[in-house]
């Protein structure tokens, strides 16, 4: 512990300063377990402080029997997030001194669904919390598809507007295709147009914005230290907005990627060969300990309600990994709640700053 605090209080590169301050004394440990295959080396001090020996004056010899009972590194997105947010605010201070502009996210939300009334509430806490403006319209689930167009356009033309947002999903008789591609695309921070996936698919060309969800996985992994070049990464799931995109992210990152879907003959198989997975399918505990190679990566992007009447709300939140096998096995996992879902408001927050910055031409 001393050692720490040595390095805390000693100038630190650009690359530790945002790490986590418990992994500043060795930002390459999860590099280096990767590389080793290995559970547990690097993480002594959190393990003997985890399960402190029922002898407490004798020094603790590690045994084989506990490299077995050995627990992975939880990759705090909830602190990562904090961070973020904070660096955030600084720049969007620095902006709005400099030449008088504050980003401004505008979100539209249809129907009553309760989780998206949550997430809404959550992002504009979010944007409170960096000095982002928000615009927010609430409108009722019967409302037609025109209604919502002519919304987006209203927000596509106010220039103190410089991201908008569709919670999705939305109402089953609104066409979720024709109300994306109404967002100007210099203001959709989902990264959700097609013109915006279709260059983060090509190689030397750039989107205006990378979707949320698996920009914040992506950002984990980066300030946790895990290199991915050259890895084996499996996607688990292969949706627009999670996995399809994750995909993409992850080859320019130089990992070697496999997509693992409803229809995979041996989804296990091909999942227990990889470095690094991302799970993002929505199916509460579906990835065993079974499925995961020792010392791999895991980013568990599910948020799944399972039922819980221990629990206040009547549910809890699991991820799409059974935490309590993978733990045992993996290097570093990302829990839930904590996870990926605070990164995901982050990133929304990032890409409202970059869009504001790119249209002032600010940096
Ligand atoms: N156009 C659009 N963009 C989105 O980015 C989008 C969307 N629609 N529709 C719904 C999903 C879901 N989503 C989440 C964001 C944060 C948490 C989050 O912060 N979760 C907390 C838990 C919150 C709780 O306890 O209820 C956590 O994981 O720690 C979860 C989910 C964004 N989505």
Same mark, same amino acid.
């Given at each position: 512990?001393?050692?720490?605090?040595?390095? *805390?209080?000693?100038?630190?590169?650009?690359?530790?300063?945002?790490?986590?301050?418990?992994?500043?004394?060795?930002?390459?440990?999860?590099?280096?377990?990767?590389?080793?295959?290995?559970?547990?080396?690097? /993480?002594?001090?959190?393990?003997?402080?985890?399960?402190?020996?029922?002898?407490?004056?004798?020094?603790?010899?590690?045994?084989?029997?506990?490299?077995?009972?050995?627990?992975?590194?939880?990759? *705090?997105?909830?602190?990562?997030?904090?961070?973020?947010?904070?660096?955030?605010?600084?720049?969007?201070?620095?902006?709005?001194?400099?030449?008088?502009?504050?980003? $401004?996210?505008?979100?539209?939300?249809?129907?009553?669904?309760?989780?998206?009334?949550?997430?809404?509430? !959550?992002?504009?806490?979010?944007?409170?919390?960096? $000095?982002?403006?928000?615009?927010?319209?609430?409108?009722?689930?019967?409302?037609?598809?025109?209604?919502?167009?002519?919304?987006?356009?209203?927000? !596509?033309?106010?220039?103190?507007?410089?991201?908008?947002?569709?919670?999705?999903?939305?109402?089953?008789?609104?066409?979720?295709?024709?109300?994306?591609?109404?967002?100007?695309?210099?203001?959709?921070?989902?990264?959700?147009?097609?013109?915006?996936?279709?260059?983060?698919?090509?190689?030397?060309?750039?989107?205006?914005?990378?979707?949320?969800?698996?920009?914040?996985?992506?950002?984990?992994?980066?300030?946790?230290?895990?290199?991915?070049?050259?890895?084996?990464?499996?996607?688990?799931?292969?949706?627009?907005?999670?996995?399809?995109?994750?995909?993409?992210?992850?080859?320019?990152?130089?990992? /070697?990627?496999?997509?693992?879907?409803?229809?995979?003959?041996?989804?296990?198989?091909?999942?227990?060969?990889?470095?690094?997975?991302?799970?993002?399918?929505?199916?509460?505990?579906?990835?065993?300990?079974?499925?995961?190679?020792?010392?791999?990566?895991?980013?568990?992007?599910?948020?799944?309600?399972?039922?819980?009447?221990?629990?206040?709300?009547?549910?809890?939140?699991?991820?799409?990994?059974?935490?309590?096998?993978?733990?045992?096995?993996?290097?570093?996992?990302?829990?839930?709640?904590?996870?990926?879902?605070?990164?995901?408001?982050?990133?929304?927050?990032?890409?409202?700053?970059?869009?504001?910055?790119?249209?002032? !031409?600010?940096?």
């Amino acid at each position: 512990m001393a050692s720490m605090v040595a390095t *805390d209080s000693s100038p630190s590169s650009a690359a530790a300063r945002l790490l986590p301050v418990r992994l500043r004394t060795d930002a390459f440990s999860l590099r280096r377990l990767l590389h080793m295959g290995s559970t547990y080396s690097t /993480t002594f001090p959190r393990y003997f402080a985890l399960r402190p020996s029922p002898f407490p004056t004798s020094p603790v010899v590690p045994t084989a029997a506990m490299a077995t009972e050995a627990s992975a590194e939880v990759i *705090d997105g909830k602190a990562v997030a904090k961070q973020i947010r904070d660096e955030i605010t600084d720049e969007v201070s620095r902006m709005k001194e400099a030449i008088g502009v504050i980003p $401004g996210l505008a979100v539209i939300l249809v129907g009553d669904r309760k989780d998206s009334a949550t997430y809404v509430r !959550n992002k504009k806490k979010a944007c409170e919390s960096v $000095g982002i403006n928000s615009f927010e319209v609430h409108l009722p689930e019967d409302t037609t598809e025109q209604e919502v167009l002519t919304h987006i356009s209203v927000f !596509n033309d106010n220039p103190s507007v410089h991201g908008i947002l569709v919670q999705l999903p939305l109402p089953s008789h609104m066409n979720e295709q024709n109300v994306l591609n109404a967002i100007k695309i210099e203001k959709d921070v989902d990264g959700f147009h097609p013109l915006n996936i279709g260059r983060l698919a090509m190689r030397g060309r750039e989107p205006l914005f990378v979707p949320c969800t698996p920009k914040g996985c992506i950002e984990l992994l980066h300030r946790y230290g895990v290199s991915l070049k050259g890895k084996r990464a499996v996607v688990i799931g292969r949706s627009n907005i999670v996995g399809m995109p994750a995909a993409l992210l992850l080859q320019r990152e130089d990992a /070697t990627v496999s997509v693992v879907h409803s229809r995979t003959n041996n989804p296990e198989e091909i999942t227990r060969q990889a470095d690094l997975i991302i799970s993002a399918v929505g199916q509460p505990n579906m990835v065993r300990g079974s499925w995961i190679k020792p010392g791999a990566v895991i980013i568990d992007v599910g948020i799944n309600p399972v039922d819980d009447i221990n629990s206040p709300r009547g549910y809890r939140l699991v991820g799409d990994v059974c935490y309590e096998e993978a733990c045992k096995v993996a290097s570093a996992i990302t829990p839930v709640p904590g996870g990926v879902g605070p990164m995901t408001i982050a990133m929304l927050l990032q890409n409202t700053l970059i869009s504001a910055e790119r249209i002032y !031409n600010f940096h």
